[in-house]
């Protein structure tokens, strides 16, 4: 999934930890994107990001903030980690008809 | 309240046959629909979409038909190969939002 880079790709938390996963694009693109895939749930949208500078909520976003302070990375914070929140997440780019995700991370709260 | 769906967790299909994904949505103001084939442990890839204004799209052994009457949207794969076995993910854009909605996703199996 070239252009789109997730780190960590993998992190074990204990349930109260915080942690920040990063996304990081070199396709100099404006919008960018926070999912989660949950089995039988398809992915569902957490946050999502229209520019640098800018964050909007998506479909799930309690218990979760982001933040866009350079064009090309997009972070997506947990304060407090919940079982709930194991997951994988992905960060995706992308308008219209044409979207690039990173290969993921995932997360488990234990 | 779930915008696109797809019914079928699984499908499993020979080797060489056709394989047909299903879709369905509800929201009449989504302007593309794509189609997202994703092996374990990788991120979602792109394989084909759709304007809303067309009803068929065509590449190579994948073809997308729309039939907007019936908010209905299906993946052809013929013929259906080894390869093939991943998860499918069908997604649509609504007009002016630019984010993806998703479906449940179908997992496809091809048998030898």
């Known amino acids: 999934n070239a252009g789109v880079t997730q780190t960590p790709k993998f992190r074990v938390l204990k349930t109260g930890q915080s942690m920040t996963l990063l996304c990081a694009q070199d396709?100099?693109?404006?919008?960018m994107y926070w999912y989660r895939q949950d089995p039988g749930m398809g992915l569902r949208l957490i946050h999502y990001?229209?520019?640098?500078?800018?964050?909007a909520k998506g479909e799930v976003p309690d218990g979760y903030n982001v933040s866009r302070l350079k064009k090309q990375n997009f972070l997506l914070g947990l304060e407090s980690a919940a079982p709930s929140q194991t997951s994988v997440y992905f960060c995706?780019?992308?308008?219209?008809?044409?979207?690039?995700f990173g290969s993921g991370t995932r997360l488990t709260v234990v | 309240d779930q915008q696109v769906k797809q019914n079928s967790p699984s499908l499993s299909v020979q080797e060489g046959r056709i394989s047909i994904l299903n879709c369905d949505y509800t929201?009449?103001?989504?302007?593309?629909f794509l189609w997202y084939k994703k092996y374990p442990a990788e991120g979602p890839t792109f394989l084909i979409s759709?304007?809303?204004?067309?009803d068929k799209n065509e590449d190579g052994r994948f073809t997308v038909f729309l039939n907007k009457s019936a908010k209905h949207l299906s993946l052809h794969i013929v013929p259906s190969q080894p390869g093939d076995s991943a998860v499918y993910f069908c997604?649509?854009?609504?007009?002016?939002?630019?984010?993806?909605?998703f479906g449940q996703g179908t997992r496809l199996t091809i048998n030898p």
């Open positions: 995706a780019i992308g308008q219209g008809s044409s979207y690039t």
């Open positions: 929201n009449s103001m989504f302007d593309y």
């Open positions: 396709m100099n693109h404006e919008y």
């Open positions: 759709i304007s809303s204004i067309k």
């Open positions: 990001s229209v520019g640098e500078g800018t964050t």
């Open positions: 997604a649509a854009v609504i007009q002016g939002a630019q984010k993806l909605v």
